[in-house]
């Protein structure tokens, strides 16, 4: 894994987050010890520094005395990696090492752009069983969920969907598409948006039918809630829902392109497209986000 950065998009706005941020270190330096492994901390202050120095990771400050922007800090990282494969690793999540391993050799093997390595299911833990997967760094602790029915009952794990947590990009893609959307703001929306936008693109993403993303529980600052950027955010998904791609293509060279990022160009996207038709891409990314709604379909 050698070739593989991982960007951990870092605000410490409570004791929880600092204890699973240490946790994911401890578990991708043991598991990936041959990877980039990037901090972007977006704060007013430093706050990690000496962690990541301890670990062995690469750290960088990214001064901001407003709200988070994972979107931003995300896009902070894309230009400073230096690895043909990007991985979005979010600092409270812990998934089975051989998931990030079968979906950059997808990547590798195939004309895919972008694999989510899971199935779509989070699994939140907490109490003694956050404190037991934490302290081991053995996810096997926690029962794979395949599918959200029938619900969960225990009191120590609850399972939804979601389509992030941990995101593997080629790096040349998330830069060619504009990285994450910097209109984004606080919490909600930025990792659906930029696999819409993508796709929209002819940039298709596909998820692995098995294993779950193990998500360790934590308070909630003002920025991992729905707040009042949440609105204005899902309004800018829906804006590029329905652009066609001529339009999206402006958009994102003129308004949301991040500074240090080529332009993309209609001529990239229909030899794009052309090869996307000879390979049946189009049909083969439907089948899987059918597979992926019947997984994750809750009665």
């Not at 410490?12 to 991708?28: G, V």
Request: glycine content about 4%; hydrophobic content about 40%; charged content about 25%.
């Amino acid at each position: 894994m050698h070739n593989v950065t991982f960007l951990l998009p870092l605000r410490i706005d409570n004791q929880d987050r600092i204890d699973n941020f240490q946790t994911c270190l401890r578990y991708l330096t043991k598991r990936f010890p041959q990877s980039e492994i990037l901090v972007v901390e977006d704060d007013a202050e430093s706050k990690c520094e000496d962690l990541c120095k301890t670990y062995g990771v690469t750290y960088h400050h990214k001064k901001n005395d407003g709200r988070f922007s994972r979107s931003m800090v995300i896009n902070t990282g894309l230009l400073l990696a230096s690895r043909d494969y990007f991985v979005v690793y979010d600092i409270d999540v812990l998934i089975d090492a051989s998931l990030i391993s079968r979906a950059v050799k997808t990547l590798q093997e195939s004309s895919l752009h972008i694999v989510l390595p899971h199935n779509s299911i989070f699994i939140n833990v907490k109490g003694s069983l956050k404190a037991q997967v934490s302290e081991s760094l053995n996810i096997g602790f926690v029962p794979p969920v395949y599918s959200l029915f029938p619900p969960l009952k225990r009191s120590e794990m609850e399972a939804y969907c979601i389509l992030s947590g941990v995101v593997v990009f080629r790096t040349s893609t998330l830069r060619e598409i504009g990285g994450y959307s910097k209109k984004m703001i606080s919490y909600g929306w930025e990792d659906i948006e930029v696999l819409k936008r993508a796709a929209k693109l002819g940039f298709y993403y596909f998820s692995l039918p098995t294993g779950n993303v193990i998500h360790l529980d934590h308070a909630r600052g003002k920025d991992s809630t729905q707040g009042e950027y949440y609105e204005l955010n899902k309004r800018e998904f829906l804006k590029i829902s329905v652009m066609n791609k001529s339009d999206l293509v402006s958009y994102i060279n003129q308004d949301l392109k991040f500074d240090g990022f080529l332009d993309l160009s209609m001529k990239r996207l229909i030899s794009l497209q052309n090869f996307n038709r000879l390979r049946f891409v189009y049909l083969r990314f439907i089948l899987n986000r059918f597979l992926i709604k019947l997984i994750s379909f809750k009665r």
